[in-house]
């Protein structure tokens, strides 16, 4: 969850409203293939497509543009830390929740009596 932490150079990021470590770590996410393969060129060639994704106030509850709304959960919560990362938290909430249930991010409830007795 660090992100890409090396010191190589990486190609100026093509827009200003993406973080430098997030383009960073785009470039590093998109290295390493896979569904990712395309990453850089997707954002490079539909940038006005992930700005609104971008801009949106729960970018992990809305549909990821250029096709890769069809990512597993997990791969949808590392596009959100190299993009959004000040959303992680509510996409590990949606995580858990998909992949074990909805009991696991509920807080218990409080019980006074204990409190004090």
């Known amino acids: 969850m660090k992100g890409n932490t090396s010191l190589d150079s990486v190609e100026a990021k093509p ?3 993406m973080l430098s470590n997030g383009w960073k770590d785009a470039v590093a996410l998109n290295d390493m293939g896979g569904r990712f393969a395309n990453l850089v060129e997707s954002i490079k060639d539909n940038n006005k497509e992930w700005k609104e994704w ?4 729960t970018p992990e509850k809305i549909k990821i543009p250029c096709g890769f709304d069809s990512i597993n959960s997990f791969q949808k919560l590392l596009l959100c830390r190299v993009l959004r990362p000040d959303r992680v938290v509510n996409g590990i909430k949606q995580f858990i929740i998909a992949n074990m249930s909805e ?5 218990p409830p409080v019980k006074f009596e204990s409190i004090y007795a």
């Open 15 to 17: 827009n200003k409203w």
């Open 54 to 57: 971008f801009d949106h106030e």
């Open 103 to 107: 009991y696991y991010v509920k807080p």
